[in-house]
């Protein structure tokens, strides 16, 4: 009975350890000049998304890794503190994304072009912003072993086209850091460890 017991503690400690988790992103900078900013203007985005996405493409090339609707919605951006909604991510089409690789890291964001911040008239909008340096994981395919990246230098696009028209482009820089979000000690683990620390008592008294 108590080894059942216990091996279910065990059973049910690595299900709460196999949970993904979050990893935190803040980033800011300089938009200089566009279409939408006459004067150069702050843009941000900061939030947080799961570790436990899946590879758009798998083992090749790998580390490309896109947002879902629940990660879009704990994240933001803003140019001049205006916030832009993203893209709803659309099935069959690679959408917003964080991508992981030797030489550096990078996320590409696509807004909704019907937001008020555009003003009408543009049929896509983007913004990406490159990290240069690396390693930055562990594993490319693997978000969960993304290293804590310290405030690091980047640079970054702010893409658009109107409707009908050629893109277009504006540059900025910034910076971003990253980190994995602290897991909490599962619940399961703190029950499992007392029933382990009863038995060696138990074993003892004997």
Avoid: H
């Amino acid at each position: 009975m108590l080894k059942a017991f216990l091996s279910g503690l065990v059973l049910s400690c690595a299900a709460s350890l196999a949970q993904a988790g979050t990893i935190n992103v803040n980033a800011s900078g300089l938009l200089p000049s566009s279409p939408f900013n006459t004067t150069p203007e702050i843009w941000e985005f900061s939030g947080s998304f799961s570790d436990g996405l899946t590879d758009a493409f798998g083992a090749l090339p790998g580390g490309t890794f896109e947002f879902e609707p629940a990660d879009l919605a704990s994240l933001s951006f803003s140019i001049g503190g205006t916030e832009i909604g993203f893209l709803t991510p659309t099935p069959g089409l690679l959408d917003s994304r964080v991508v992981v690789n030797s030489s550096g890291l990078s996320f590409s964001l696509f807004f909704d072009p019907s937001d008020p911040f555009f003003g009408g008239g543009y049929s896509s909008a983007s913004f990406s912003i490159f990290v240069d340096g690396g390693p930055f994981a562990a594993d490319f395919e693997d978000l969960s072993t993304l290293f804590s990246i310290a405030p690091a230098a980047s640079t970054g696009w702010l893409f658009y086209q109107p409707t009908g028209g050629s893109f277009g482009s504006s540059f900025a820089i910034g910076t971003v850091e990253a980190a994995p979000a602290a897991v909490p000690l599962p619940a399961s683990l703190l029950l499992l460890l007392s029933g382990l620390a009863g038995l060696a008592a138990a074993r003892r008294r004997v």
